[in-house]
T-cell receptor, first 114, second 113 residues
């Protein structure tokens, strides 16, 4: 089972460049999420999509945009990359947005902005 | 607002020793609590979760955690550490409205031979 698949796994960007992180899940989940992980800070929610056609800001949305393309796919876009966006990005999904629902994570995308 | 505190950033134990990773939470509503494990260069994997019911929760790989409301704690334990347990461990809480998780900063577990 593929679960949550993210691409690319590694990317180096120059300051000011744009890029899109792609994410797809094959578990028929309704809700999808983008988190970033920084050393000593745990994971912080960037954006989430409770269901197809909806998106909402999380804790650290500035500098990012998202698109819920369909039920399976949820992309994260950096319009003008900054060094502060160097991080590991995780896409995740859950069946519903109920509080006890388990969130399943992809393997991460390592992004370096120079 | 909810929050999670994981004191310290690193715990080192000997193989076969007790593992105890501490987690305290703050939540204005009855919490749903999770422990995730992250092996090097991988995503996060659910170890166990508490939703309602029994306060002692058993998870994968021999781990368990006990929800103590009076102490606002959800500490993770394992009676006997294995080398394969070396990883980073995250405690997380979700509130009553949705599945959004608030994570602690994580704690790295090292296991000495």
């Amino acid at each position: 089972n593929a679960g949550v698949t993210q691409t690319p796994k590694f990317q180096v960007l120059k300051t000011g460049q744009s890029m899109t992180l792609q994410c797809a899940q094959d578990m028929n989940h309704n809700s999808m999420y983008w988190y970033r992980q920084d050393p000593g800070m745990g994971l912080r929610l960037i954006y989430y999509s409770a269901s197809e056609g909806t998106t909402d800001k999380g804790e650290v949305p500035n500098g990012y945009n998202v698109s819920r393309l369909n039920k399976r796919e949820f992309s994260l876009r950096l319009e003008s990359a900054a060094p502060s966006q160097t991080s590991v990005y995780f896409c995740a999904s859950s069946e519903q947005t109920g509080p006890g629902n388990t969130i399943y994570f992809g393997e991460g995308s390592w992004l370096t902005v120079v | 607002a909810q929050s999670v505190t994981q004191l310290g950033s690193h715990v080192s134990v000997s193989e076969g020793a007790l593992v105890l990773l501490r987690c305290n939470y703050s939540s204005s509503v009855p919490p749903y609590l999770f422990w995730y494990v992250q092996y090097p260069n991988q995503g996060l994997q659910l170890l166990l979760k508490y939703t309602t019911g029994a306060t002692l929760v058993k998870g994968i790989n021999g781990f368990e955690a006990e929800f103590k409301k009076s102490e606002t704690s959800f500490h993770l334990t394992k009676p006997s550490a294995h080398m394969s347990d070396a990883a980073e461990y995250f405690c997380a809480v979700s509130d009553g409205a949705n599945s959004k998780l608030t994570f602690g900063k994580g704690i790295t577990l090292s296991v000495r031979p």
